[in-house]
């Protein structure tokens, strides 16, 4: 897989599996090409090179991306109704929504009344209304207090537990070792390094089991150049 802007290279020769049911963590630093690919991946962009498949159909996909494409004016609650009526769900996943996220409270408050980290959230609670096979998460929590933080990763663990499938893109490597089953390493546009995270932190080349493959649910294809 291989995108550039202009004569910029983003992404050198992208290659790499995520399985069905799977927390996966693309790391990297700003700059690296971690949000370009997860939109080629949410097909808001194309590749210039490469195949990149994904196991579920749009309306199956959830999106938390950089931008979160709130209605300020709004409220929390109607901001989530409005995308309820336009995925053709019944009102009350909106206040559903909110409750997973920990954001009943503010239901009737306006989105520019909210904090950074509510908003995160907010975001979030757009991404799971119609509670997806697919979750796509730019820097889920980015922004967040510890404490929401941890709150966070235990809804995207519950959702995995629920049957989604996690692809979330961040520049925390703890963050990684307690959320993630796999992740991979992107530096310059290249992974340069792939696996569990407690194994790459380790940086051993001694013999380890292999885990199952089992089904293949995010697929792209390249050359790799790492």
Do not use: W
Not at 65 to 87: I, Q
Not at 99 to 109: C, M, Q, T
Not at 114 to 137: D, E, T, W
């Amino acid at each position: 897989m291989r995108k550039s802007f202009g004569a910029q290279a983003v992404l050198s020769g992208i290659s790499l599996e995520v399985r069905v049911g799977e927390i996966f963590g693309l790391l990297g630093p700003s700059g690296s090409g971690k949000t370009t690919l997860i939109n080629i991946l949410t097909r808001q962009i194309d590749a210039d090179e490469g195949i990149a498949e994904v196991g579920a159909e749009s309306f199956e996909t959830g999106l938390m991306l950089d931008t979160d494409g709130l209605y300020p004016r709004l409220s929390c609650l109607e901001n989530l109704g409005l995308f309820c009526r336009v995925y053709g769900m019944p009102p009350g996943n909106s206040m559903e929504a909110l409750r997973s996220v920990g954001l009943e409270p503010a239901a009737k408050k306006a989105v520019s009344s909210l904090s950074k980290g509510m908003r995160q959230r907010l975001a979030l609670a757009r991404a799971i209304l119609h509670k997806p096979k697919a979750l796509f998460l730019d820097e889920p929590t980015s922004a967040l207090d510890p404490r929401t933080g941890d709150g966070m990763h235990d809804l995207i663990r519950d959702l995995r537990e629920k049957g989604a499938t996690v692809f979330l893109t961040t520049h925390d490597m703890d963050e990684a070792v307690k959320l993630c089953d796999r992740v991979a390493l992107l530096h310059r546009g290249r992974i340069v390094e792939e696996g569990e995270p407690l194994e790459i932190c380790a940086r051993h080349g001694s013999m380890r089991t292999v885990p199952d493959l089992g089904s293949v649910f995010i697929k792209m294809t390249g050359e790799d150049l790492k």
